[in-house]
């Protein structure tokens, strides 16, 4: 069974402070990816990976960066968090473009 | 550029009640993939089907089916004799050439007892 495992479910953050979250796949899954979840909003796209080191823009970039140094692993970093990335944010890996995505748990940050 | 619209936000049913949810998307593309998850209140999302563009076959699994129309690019989904456990947000989405999997807004399905 394929598991994503996000570092956090719930995490609290200050205005203008760097947040990294993290995200973990254990089946050697060669794309990941980045939402955000929002009510009335579904979900936006932020960031994806294809493989290591290698990075693309989704539908929703601004504000947010990525990093891929490792295959199994996915960061997202809020460069200097704002109270309107106060969101859900879902980590997903998938073994090709066209294949179901699998998805973590979710973390829902909060800025304060 | 794709675009996916479930109409329906919010809908409650009592239970054994059939329920059916919309779907409808929008691509220039003839090659495309069309998915439902399913997020419970733990909060993660449930990959539930997938059907591509060229197999129009409705597909039955146990209490939930699936009615695919082209002509009218739609992707409904349909509960059975709907359970508590059935309460969750239903997501439908969308992928083509883009490769950037598109969602709609998702439906808030609230099933009573």
């Known amino acids: 069974d394929v598991k994503v495992t996000q570092s956090s479910r719930y995490l609290v953050k200050r205005t203008g402070e760097k947040v990294f979250l993290e995200c973990v796949q254990d089946?050697?899954?060669?794309?990941m990816f980045w939402y955000r979840q929002d009510p009335g909003l579904g979900l936006r796209l932020i960031y994806f990976?294809?493989?290591?080191?290698?990075?693309e823009k989704g539908d929703i970039p601004e504000g947010y960066s990525v990093s891929r140094e490792k295959k199994e692993r996915f960061s997202l970093i809020l460069e200097s968090a704002s109270t309107n990335q106060t969101s859900m944010y879902l980590c997903?890996?998938?073994?090709?473009?066209?294949?179901?995505?699998?998805f973590g748990d979710g973390t829902r940050l909060s800025i304060l | 550029a794709q675009k996916v619209t479930q109409a329906q936000t919010e809908i409650s049913v009592v239970e054994k009640e059939d329920v059916t949810l919309d779907c409808v998307y929008e691509?220039?593309?003839?090659?495309?993939?069309l998915f439902w998850y399913k997020q419970p209140p733990s909060g993660e999302l449930v990959f539930l089907i997938r059907?591509?563009?060229?197999?129009?076959q409705n597909e039955i699994s146990g209490r939930y089916s699936w009615n695919f129309q082209k002509s009218t690019s739609s992707f409904n989904f349909t509960i059975t004799a709907s359970q508590v456990v059935d309460s969750a947000v239903y997501f439908c989405?969308?992928?083509?050439?883009?490769?950037?999997?598109?969602f709609g807004a998702g439906t808030i399905l609230r099933v009573k007892s």
């Open positions: 997903a890996s998938s073994l090709q473009v066209y294949q179901p995505q699998h």
């Open positions: 089946m050697d899954h060669e794309n």
């Open positions: 990976s294809y493989d290591v080191k290698m990075k």
């Open positions: 691509t220039r593309d003839t090659t495309y993939y």
């Open positions: 059907r591509n563009s060229f197999d129009e």
């Open positions: 989405a969308l992928i083509d050439y883009g490769n950037k999997l598109v």
